[in-house]
């Protein structure tokens, strides 16, 4: 059993940065694909970005250039740098271990991450 608890939500300013991470318990191994996805009111679960233990990441096209995920594999940690934060960024953050070639996911309880002036 995978256990994924996020931190690092908030309220920010646009334009301002903030930075999510994804703490993981049981075992996470090479097989994991970790992943970060947002959920904004009344709208569907949308993936933000993904990464493999190899370090391989995805990204969805309204983020690119300005989020960037990353993994520490030793700590069983996934992090998602936000910058030049817009309010439509507005949502809950959530956290994904994903097996590789099965249908069994990992989710974590959400963040929220609030883009306001």
């Known amino acids: 059993q995978v256990q994924l608890v996020e931190s690092g939500g908030g309220l920010v300013q646009p334009g301002g940065s903030l930075r999510l991470s994804c703490a993981g318990s049981?075992?996470?191994?090479?097989?994991?694909?970790m992943g970060w996805y947002r959920q904004a009111p009344g709208k569907q679960r949308d993936l933000v970005a993904t990464i493999t233990s190899g370090g391989s990441t995805l990204y969805a096209d309204s983020v690119k250039g300005r989020f960037t995920i990353s993994r520490d594999n030793a700590k069983n940690t996934v992090y998602l740098q936000m910058n030049s934060l817009q309010p439509e960024d507005t949502a809950v953050y959530y956290c994904?271990?994903?097996?590789?070639?099965?249908?069994?996911?990992?989710w974590g309880q959400g963040t929220q991450v609030t883009v306001s002036s």
């Open positions: 994904n271990a994903a097996v590789r070639y099965t249908l069994v996911s990992y």
């Open positions: 049981g075992t996470i191994n090479s097989m994991y694909v």
